[in-house]
């Protein structure tokens, strides 16, 4: 075989694996996007984004409906709620500015919503009334649960609150 013929099998065969690379890139990033997109049939959503108007409905139904109950219509938590119950644990604090949600990254608060207070914050003991809501609000509800707190928090409040999500990384 001459030279020229080696190089043109070389470059045939670079051609090739060029290829092979460019369809395993594209299937790669196709993927990717699948799985970002793609959960039993609903978008995964990671992350509450106060600003966004389709997850902050959706939070504001998911509030109302799971923890307006407890933690009030207006986010004003229940009287004394740092102050131990006799039963255990504590009333459900507020969520507004008065509150201590905001002192925690998002991702904190999403573990403590969906765990409970014991698995989320990895403590055997933890007396707390609030429940888990694994089996009961999807994790896109309960992102946007958040969003919709979030919302709520004057503008102060929610920068302070994005510098420790941003510690938190």
């Excluded at 055997?124 to 928090?153: C, G, H, Q, V």
């Excluded at 004057?154 to 510098?163: A, G, K, L, V």
């Amino acid at each position: 075989m001459t030279g020229d013929g080696v190089k043109r099998r070389l470059a045939a065969s670079l051609r090739k694996l060029i290829g092979i690379i460019v369809i395993g890139i594209v299937a790669a990033i196709a993927l990717g996007v699948g799985v970002a997109f793609w959960r039993d049939g609903t978008e995964i959503v990671v992350g509450a984004d106060s600003l966004n108007a389709e997850q902050l409905a959706l939070g504001a139904m998911v509030y109302t409906e799971n923890c307006a109950s407890c933690h009030g219509a207006d986010l004003e938590g229940q009287p004394n709620w740092q102050i131990p119950l006799p039963t255990g644990g504590f009333p459900a604090p507020p969520h507004d500015e008065t509150g201590h949600t905001w002192h925690h990254p998002d991702e904190m608060l999403f573990r403590y919503t969906k765990l409970g207070a014991s698995e989320a914050l990895d403590l055997d003991i933890f007396e707390t009334n609030m429940p888990a809501f694994r089996d009961t609000l999807s994790d896109k509800e309960i992102w946007a649960s958040l969003a919709f707190i979030k919302s709520r928090w004057p503008e102060t409040i929610r920068e302070r609150q994005e510098q420790i999500n941003q510690r938190n990384k």
